[in-house]
């Protein structure tokens, strides 16, 4: 059905411009054999014929173009249904072999794109002139307008598909939001990832480069770092700082050991060859079919492309697919060479569990930065989220619907994250849920002044979301009460040195009853960074003039932080007298 529907459509332009050309060759020879009987214009317009009667120079001139449209109409017909019929040929050729698929997909692109760029320059001219010529044929008047519209929009469609051609044959670039480390200033991260790639026999990636993007991949691609003006090439392997505090060292050796896993044995050559030229092909289709919704000229003329091309993908889809099922299984496989299984395991439930988290988080940046707020470290929000924010009680149901779902990937789709937990020998309901909490200790020790980078980073992805339309108001009133709630609520919670999960609820819960205004980021933010909190005896100067029902409010409220592990510290106790003297006498 697919390949009938391909079919039709790379046809229909061919199939007009020879069914225009038949029928004012028709008209032509109609009033031809009106005079004469016995002749038609292939009769008139043969070399003997002009050379004893050169009067039919122009009639012959002007029918010399309409038969060139009609050759040129089965030439494009013939070879678009040969491009079509190479991909299957070249598919069934490949099989599910890596090294061939390696070897075939990437020329094959390049080629067909060539030919391609030239199928919609010959069929842009065959639709303009054939639009022209059964216009003047059928109503002896010709809007230019349109059919110039189509022309320049056939022009353009090709011009942007050779464009593409090109960028597409040459090495892929992936841009990503980061920033590049050196061996000189992290050695102890290069160490580590270079001592997993020589216990699995694997190429080490050239470069590093870490992001707030909640994800570990390696691409073979050149990267090009938001910020940094240096192009990488060769092995970039990015690590997310966010992952890196709430994964364990294990759960992080697992992660990068599946990583390089795709860059040792057979399939080296296929991660280098194949998976970036498919990744830009499916990228390339994708952006035309966004282009095809708009309905302008430049559409039209990129149908047999884009036709040719999806067509292209599906054939080789089905391959594909058994492919990258395989070779994460194998990488799969080399993580429990470096790690235990058991690591890898969790470590694919937590990017699933809390990649919501992620998005949450996001859209409140967002939010606040249309306020004019600005948010310090993501990084440490999102640790906080997960240390602080899970419900423990819905893991159970949380973990059976991931168990379906797949981990995101530039390059290519992963099979379901259950799936790959039982090819590594383990149960999804034998795992322990408490392994899929915040650990005691991360692996972003790793990563030299790593508070630092993720400072820069979330300075960073907040331009970004500017850059990308969020408005930010030039001015906007702050609601202080809402941060003296935030702030005092922090010091509470900060006073006896521990930072504990019923003080962050309730302080919370509460400040939002009191206010509706009240800020979660701005109070954790005070929570992460005790020195940006306002002192004391400034905050009680600011709420000396409140209304006395709203500082026994303030009151009750940190009471009830201070109590919510169900022990007030000498320290909170000492906060509290402080704050019932100044506030309640």
């Given at each position: 059905?697919?390949?009938?529907?391909?079919?039709?459509?790379?046809?229909?332009?061919?199939?007009?411009?020879?069914?225009?050309?038949?029928?004012?060759?028709?008209?032509?020879?109609?009033?031809?054999?009106?005079?004469?009987?016995?002749?038609?214009?292939?009769?008139?317009?043969?070399?003997?014929?002009?050379?004893?009667?050169?009067?039919?120079?122009?009639?012959?001139?002007?029918?010399?173009?309409?038969?060139?449209?009609?050759?040129?109409?089965?030439?494009?017909?013939?070879?678009?249904?040969?491009?079509?019929?190479?991909?299957?040929?070249?598919?069934?050729?490949?099989?599910?072999?890596?090294?061939?698929?390696?070897?075939?997909?990437?020329?094959?692109?390049?080629?067909?794109?060539?030919?391609?760029?030239?199928?919609?320059?010959?069929?842009?001219?065959?639709?303009?002139?054939?639009?022209?010529?059964?216009?003047?044929?059928?109503?002896?008047?010709?809007?230019?307008?349109?059919?110039?519209?189509?022309?320049?929009?056939?022009?353009?469609?090709?011009?942007?598909?050779?464009?593409?051609?090109?960028?597409?044959?040459?090495?892929?670039?992936?841009?990503?939001?980061?920033?590049?480390?050196?061996?000189?200033?992290?050695?102890?991260?290069?160490?580590?990832?270079?001592?997993?790639?020589?216990?699995?026999?694997?190429?080490?990636?050239?470069?590093?480069?870490?992001?707030?993007?909640?994800?570990?991949?390696?691409?073979?691609?050149?990267?090009?770092?938001?910020?940094?003006?240096?192009?990488?090439?060769?092995?970039?392997?990015?690590?997310?700082?966010?992952?890196?505090?709430?994964?364990?060292?294990?759960?992080?050796?697992?992660?990068?050991?599946?990583?390089?896993?795709?860059?040792?044995?057979?399939?080296?050559?296929?991660?280098?060859?194949?998976?970036?030229?498919?990744?830009?092909?499916?990228?390339?289709?994708?952006?035309?079919?966004?282009?095809?919704?708009?309905?302008?000229?430049?559409?039209?003329?990129?149908?047999?492309?884009?036709?040719?091309?999806?067509?292209?993908?599906?054939?080789?889809?089905?391959?594909?697919?058994?492919?990258?099922?395989?070779?994460?299984?194998?990488?799969?496989?080399?993580?429990?060479e470096v790690a235990v299984p058991a690591?890898?395991?969790?470590?694919?439930?937590?990017?699933?569990?809390?990649?919501?988290?992620?998005?949450?988080?996001?859209?409140?940046?967002?939010?606040?930065?249309?306020?004019?707020?600005?948010?310090?470290?993501?990084?440490?929000?999102?640790?906080?989220?997960?240390?602080y924010d899970v419900n423990k009680e819905?893991?159970?149901?949380?973990?059976?619907?991931?168990?379906?779902?797949?981990?995101?990937?530039?390059?290519?789709?992963?099979?379901?994250?259950?799936?790959?937990?039982?090819?590594?020998?383990?149960?999804?309901?034998?795992?322990?849920?408490?392994?899929?909490?915040?650990?005691?200790?991360?692996?972003?020790?790793?990563?030299?002044?790593?508070?630092?980078?993720?400072?820069?980073?979330?300075?960073?992805?907040?331009?970004?979301?500017?850059?990308?339309?969020?408005?930010?108001?030039?001015?906007?009133?702050?609601?202080?009460?809402?941060?003296?709630?935030?702030?005092?609520?922090?010091?509470?919670?900060?006073?006896?040195?521990?930072?504990?999960?019923?003080?962050?609820?309730?302080?919370?819960?509460?400040?939002?009853?009191?206010?509706?205004?009240?800020?979660?980021?701005?109070?954790?933010?005070?929570?992460?960074?005790?020195?940006?909190?306002?002192?004391?005896?400034?905050?009680?100067?600011?709420?000396?003039?409140?209304?006395?029902?709203?500082?026994?409010?303030?009151?009750?409220?940190?009471?009830?932080?201070?109590?919510?592990?169900?022990?007030?510290?000498?320290?909170?106790?000492?906060?509290?007298?402080?704050?019932?003297?100044?506030?309640?006498?």
């Open positions: 059905m697919k390949f009938l529907k391909a079919l039709v459509l790379l046809i229909v332009i061919p199939l007009f411009g020879f069914g225009v050309s038949k029928w004012v060759l028709y008209d032509l020879n109609a009033k031809i054999a009106k005079e004469n009987v016995n002749l038609t214009i292939s009769k008139l317009c043969t070399p003997e014929m002009l050379s004893q009667f050169p009067s039919l120079q122009p009639l012959c001139g002007e029918v010399r173009p309409i038969l060139w449209m009609q050759d040129w109409s089965i030439i494009s017909g013939i070879v678009a249904i040969l491009l079509l019929l190479s991909f299957v040929f070249f598919a069934l050729v490949a099989g599910k072999s890596r090294t061939r698929i390696a070897r075939i997909f990437p020329p094959l692109v390049f080629c067909s794109l060539l030919v391609l760029s030239a199928l919609v320059l010959i069929q842009g001219v065959i639709l303009t002139y054939g639009a022209y010529l059964a216009e003047s044929t059928a109503i002896q008047r010709v809007h230019f307008i349109l059919i110039g519209g189509i022309g320049l929009g056939a022009l353009l469609g090709a011009l942007s598909l050779i464009h593409s051609s090109f960028k597409l044959a040459s090495k892929q670039t992936h841009t990503v939001i980061g920033t590049t480390l050196s061996p000189d200033s992290n050695p102890n991260i290069f160490a580590f990832v270079q001592d997993i790639a020589k216990k699995l026999g694997a190429t080490p990636p050239g470069n590093i480069v870490i992001g707030l993007e909640p994800n570990f991949y390696v691409t073979s691609a050149d990267v090009k770092v938001i910020g940094d003006d240096k192009m990488l090439s060769g092995e970039t392997l990015f690590l997310s700082l966010p992952l890196a505090r709430i994964f364990t060292l294990e759960e992080i050796k697992a992660v990068i050991g599946h990583e390089l896993g795709h860059f040792r044995g057979k399939d080296t050559y296929y991660s280098r060859k194949f998976s970036p030229v498919y990744a830009g092909l499916i990228h390339a289709v994708s952006s035309m079919e966004t282009e095809e919704t708009d309905n302008n000229f430049s559409g039209i003329a990129k149908i047999p492309a884009f036709v040719l091309l999806s067509y292209m993908v599906d054939v080789f889809h089905r391959n594909v697919s058994t492919i990258g099922r395989e070779r994460e299984f194998e990488a799969d496989k080399a993580a429990t690591a890898l395991a969790t470590s694919l439930l937590k990017i699933s569990l809390y990649a919501h988290a992620w998005n949450n988080l996001q859209e409140t940046l967002i939010a606040r930065l249309e306020q004019r707020k600005m948010t310090r470290n993501m990084s440490k929000l999102f640790a906080s989220t997960v240390k819905s893991l159970p149901e949380v973990l059976s619907n991931i168990s379906q779902e797949t981990i995101s990937h530039p390059t290519d789709s992963h099979p379901p994250t259950g799936i790959r937990i039982q090819q590594l020998g383990i149960q999804m309901e034998s795992i322990d849920n408490s392994l899929l909490l915040m650990p005691q200790e991360g692996g972003i020790n790793l990563i030299e002044d790593y508070i630092e980078l993720e400072e820069k980073l979330t300075t960073l992805q907040q331009q970004y979301y500017v850059a990308l339309g969020v408005q930010v108001p030039d001015e906007e009133e702050a609601n202080y009460g809402a941060l003296i709630l935030a702030a005092l609520g922090a010091h509470m919670v900060l006073a006896d040195g521990k930072v504990e999960q019923e003080e962050i609820d309730n302080a919370e819960a509460i400040g939002v009853a009191l206010s509706e205004d009240f800020d979660r980021i701005d109070f954790r933010e005070y929570c992460h960074y005790p020195e940006s909190i306002p002192s004391i005896e400034d905050l009680i100067d600011a709420i000396s003039e409140m209304p006395s029902e709203w500082k026994k409010a303030i009151y009750d409220y940190l009471k009830e932080i201070a109590g919510a592990d169900q022990e007030i510290s000498p320290e909170e106790e000492k906060l509290l007298e402080r704050l019932k003297t100044t506030l309640l006498n």
